[in-house]
């Protein structure tokens, strides 16, 4: 349990505490630590949930799978279609950051140049190899949170000499005069992007030795995460009870960009924002070769299953092996991270998030009370009504606090997805096809003729075949 728990939190990347601390101190009023609360009991509700589900549908899956077991088809494919955006916007978040970093080191060197240089660099990578990046996450999760460690024993020292709110106890970083909620709610929308990555526990449900293991591992996973962004917020926000501290001269890019350097720059100095940066650099590097390849990866399963045209999302090129035209695509999506905030961008990756959260609440409702009939006793209405309705409540409420641009352009990217769909499925009346980033990417070249019920597609090394069902 534990190995996958730190997987999980090697997915959350326990450093993006500091990368939006500042714009959420603004947008909150300096109670960043009660939008994170917020946050973590809305993801407590969600994850069981998505611990029900796991258990449910015992496959390498994600949201959409299991709203297309639950529910139906065409609600998967839609839900699907909802995270592909943020699959999509994920290595952008990652440019991002990285680019602010780099600001922050070189401020002379125009930040189109850094993000210029980090999609080349990593759509080059992933163009060579998609091999996974497991190990190096692990060993980055415990490289930063031992550097997240030093940093609150050094803010605590600081509070106790009187730096800050000079005092290491306080209700303020929670509630004080002229906070709303409507305030903590937005807070609340932007934070909840820390969370995401806990759901990837999910695709390592068939390694688990147990069934009873994954279950455990999401509820954990979210804790510990929100946990660690708990306690690291709570110091922060009393070593800086103003915001304001982290926009010079009233320049609000400090805000809207990563304030990970600065917060490293006041509490330690050069050295402090050194190790700071560098632990949040390798992490945040980690993350985009992942996410870069995870969205090439479903780009190609959705081509070779024609949900999008073969031809281009379809292709494997073969000498490397790899999907290139995906990666190029992924890359060139991904150099748009010069004309944007973090603010925005992670905005539109929760509208996405927030509507599969909402979706898995939805589908425990569907799955447990109504397929199975789970609902004769007050335990299972408990446990399969009114425990996920309060977490499709929550996520729902969350989801409307949304920065109005993410709403509506989450939203316009719905309804294209709406259209899409009546078109493949001929107004509906066909099945719409599975798409899953779990499933083989390694590419066929020939289809052996046989029975007319069943195909099988060989792949490029004639060793694994995958059967299609009569529908597929």
Known sequence: MWAIVGLGLGYM????????????????????????????IVMVFTAISYGKMSGAI??????????????????????????????????????????????AIFPDIPGWIWVVAYCTLVTAVIYLTMRGTSNMNMVLLVIAIAVMIVFVVMVIAQLVQGEGAGTVASTAPFFHDGVTMAAVLTGATIVCFSFIGFDAVTMYVEEAKHPRVVPRAILMTVLIGGGIFLVTSYFTQLRFPDWNVF??????????DSTLPIIGQLVGGDVLMAVLTAAGFAATLASGLASHASVSRMLLVMGRNNV???????????????????????????????????????????????????????????????????????????????????????????WANLHVDALVGGLIWAAIGLLYLAVITRGFRRRVVAFDENQPVTGFNKVIPGDDSLDEVIAEDDSQITPLNEKD
């Open 308 to 398: 999008l045209p073969q031809r281009f999302f379809g292709y494997i090129n073969p000498k490397t092996h790899t999907p290139t035209f995906n990666i190029v695509l992924t890359g060139a999506i991904c150099l748009l991270a010069a004309a944007f905030t973090l603010e925005m961008i992670a905005a539109f990756i929760n509208f996405g998030a927030l509507i599969a959260f909402t979706f898995v609440n939805i589908s425990v409702i569907a799955w447990f009370a109504i397929r199975k009939g789970m609902r004769r006793t007050p335990k299972e209405i408990f446990t399969y009504i009114v425990m996920p309705g309060i977490g499709m409540v929550l996520t729902g409420i969350l």
């Open 247 to 256: 926009a010079p001269g009233g320049d609000m890019q400090f805000v809207e």
């Open 58 to 103: 015992p496959s390498a899956g994600s949201a959409y799978t299991y709203v297309r077991e639950s529910v139906h088809p065409n609600a998967g494919f839609m839900v699907g279609w909802t995270s592909l955006l943020d699959y999509m916007l994920l290595p952008m978040v990652n440019c991002l950051i990285i680019r602010s970093y780099l600001e």
């Open 13 to 40: 990347t326990p450093t993006v505490v500091f990368d939006t601390f500042g714009l959420v101190a603004r947008d909150t009023d300096n109670v960043v630590p009660m939008a994170y609360l917020v946050a973590l």
